[in-house]
């Protein structure tokens, strides 16, 4: 990975002399440990815990020692002691497991940090516990202002209906209320807030996005997918100084759960800058790889790769949208939904535009990022990555990635395969999904629903995320969902079956070998080996053997990036 991105400032004189003094020091260190007939000094050593490398070569060992940011040893915890010298931390994790750095192959960081911001609605059970919530926030609202919220999903409410503006009406007045589903792809109204934003009734569908209506035609408040842009103007975006803020809270965050790094994803290029100044600074401590928002693609095109100077935030991809979400019935599906038959889903791409997407990231090796859940989506994205390839005449390891990949024909599985493609999937969407999944596609369309155990007998390369703020962020919520095929409380819809669950080995790469893959840093990261970057997520218990139903009382309790503790539970 080079220190220096296009995009970057060459070093000054100065700091080159800097760079070259420092060298000189650490090869004299170097060279008078030699003469003494000892190894140089780590800089950080973990003992006390069983190591889980993630290499089938060497799967296990006692401790681990880092240096400069890089391993230097696993082995026995004597191996380790004697590379300790005054200015090593001896760190006893006290019978803790320590894996390779988990990375959350799928995340909205600016969302986690802005979901403390916000009205939660994420533990909301039913319609009337969303509307005892709205009543609570529209009381302490400032005059004028807006009541701003997300997290709610009415799969399981026993309503058993989407809520309407009617619903949020009779405790809201006159203040506008704007209340984003838990999947980012549906937004609740009230009445004020569509008046604030001069939604009428009569308002025409746009492309990409629909506008849910009563029988009678009037709006509901529901806003699917596209449908959504005129109401962001309800949500006062943070900038400048307080943006950062809210990004670096929501890296702390993800740290606090034991994530060493994360694919940053629909991110604006401002945010991306802003990230690698952060990460400079010392201000936040995690990777990121960030897939731009594709309104950015021409930006990130004319600039090629870029990201911080000590190598941690990168900026190589475009995340574009085929379609919508299966709970907000916007996925694009070949067939129609079966609970709306005369409804397949919403196409947010038109192929003219995402040909010339396609063929811009293959001219200016960007990789693209392309979410599509239903099995339409995901067919097109498919089909057209594979017609880009075809145009390119040779392509060079593009390692071009599926977001979600949710439903898919089986047959198409092999185009993962025969295409490269990586499927970027998140365990904890089937824990949730699988309550409504049946009905929304029918028993005939499951056998490719969440199909991490196909894609991976296959051959696909999976990469495991969160997608949070959709989700909790949580490894091990997503270690458990991937293992168990149940939600968190065990239980399974019957419509499914144990058979798509994944080995913990296979899920432990989930999170670590195959991020890596997927963010071209498997040379780096991904397992526990001398010369990678000392990248670790230490758990209080072993994940590879610790009960199912225990796993979600585990805590993390370390979390290390280039051999610096960026998150400690002891302090």
């Not at 947010?348 to 989506?377: S, V």
């Not at 092999?414 to 949730?432: C, D, K, N, W, Y």
């Not at 290390?560 to 960026?566: I, K, T, Y």
């Amino acid at each position: 990975m080079p220190a220096l991105f296009a995009g970057e400032d060459a070093l000054t004189g100065s700091q080159t002399r800097t760079l070259i003094f420092a060298g000189l020091a650490a090869l004299s260190a170097a060279a008078c440990a030699s003469t003494l007939g000892r190894a140089p000094e780590a800089d950080l050593v973990l003992y006390g815990g069983l190591v889980r490398t993630g290499d089938p070569d060497n799967p296990t060992a006692q401790a681990v020692a880092a240096r400069d940011g890089e391993i230097v040893y696993v082995g026995d915890a004597e191996g380790a002691r004697a590379l300790a010298g005054r200015g090593t931390r001896m760190v006893d994790v006290d019978g803790a497991a320590i894996f390779p750095g988990f990375t959350d192959a799928h995340v909205h960081l600016f969302g986690v940090g802005m979901r403390a911001r916000t009205l939660n609605l994420a533990d909301v059970g039913s319609i009337a516990e969303l509307v005892d919530a709205v009543e609570i926030a529209v009381a302490q609202a400032d005059d004028g202002g807006v009541v701003t919220g997300r997290g709610w999903i009415e799969a399981r409410w026993p309503e058993g209906r989407f809520p309407t503006r009617d619903d949020l009406d009779a405790v809201s007045g006159d203040t506008p209320v704007a209340l984003v589903r838990a999947d980012g792809h549906a937004m609740l109204l009230n009445t004020a807030a569509l008046e604030r934003i001069a939604l009428s009734d009569d308002v025409a569908d746009p492309s990409g996005g629909r506008y849910e209506r009563f029988e009678d035609g009037r709006l509901t408040g529901l806003l699917v997918d596209d449908a959504m842009e005129p109401a962001g103007v309800l949500f006062a975006a943070p900038e400048g100084e307080e943006r950062a803020d809210v990004l670096a809270e929501g890296a702390a965050y993800m740290a606090s759960r034991g994530w060493t790094g994360m694919h940053n994803m629909s991110v604006d290029l401002n945010d991306a800058d802003r990230l690698a100044a952060l990460s400079d600074d010392g201000r936040l401590g995690l990777r990121v790889y960030n897939a731009v928002d594709v309104s950015f693609a021409d930006a990130l095109f004319e600039s090629g790769p870029r990201g911080s100077r000590n190598g941690r935030i990168i900026t190589r991809a475009v995340k574009m949208y085929m379609d919508g979400a299966l709970g907000s019935r916007g996925a694009a599906l070949e067939a129609p939904y079966a609970d709306d038959p005369e409804n397949t889903g919403l196409l947010r791409t038109e192929e003219a535009d995402a040909a010339a997407l396609f063929d811009a990231a293959l001219a200016h090796d960007i990789q693209i990022a392309a979410h599509a859940i239903g099995d339409r989506g995901n067919l097109l994205a498919l089909h057209w990555m594979r017609q880009a390839f075809e145009r390119a005449g040779e392509v060079n390891d593009p390692r071009w990635r599926i977001e979600h990949a949710q439903i898919v024909d089986p047959a198409e599985i092999r185009s993962f395969v025969e295409l490269g493609v990586i499927a970027s999937m998140q365990p904890s969407h089937f824990a949730t999904d699988q309550f409504f999944a049946p009905a929304r596609l029918g028993a005939e369309r499951l056998d490719g629903a969440y199909a991490w155990r196909e894609m991976l007998d296959a051959g696909v390369v999976v990469a495991g995320g969160s997608d949070a703020p959709v989700e909790r962020g949580d490894p091990l919520l997503e270690f458990h969902a991937a293992i168990s095929r149940a939600a968190p409380d065990g239980r399974r819809a019957e419509a499914f079956d144990a058979s798509g669950a994944l080995g913990r080995d296979e899920a432990l790469a989930l999170f670590t070998s195959a991020p890596a893959f997927a963010s071209f840093q498997e040379d780096a990261l991904g397992v526990i080996a001398v010369g990678r970057r000392a990248d670790f997520s230490v758990f209080s218990g072993d994940l590879m053997t610790v009960p199912v139903d225990e796993i979600l009382s585990l805590d993390a309790v370390m979390t290390v990036v280039d051999g610096e503790v960026v998150y400690d539970a002891a302090d």
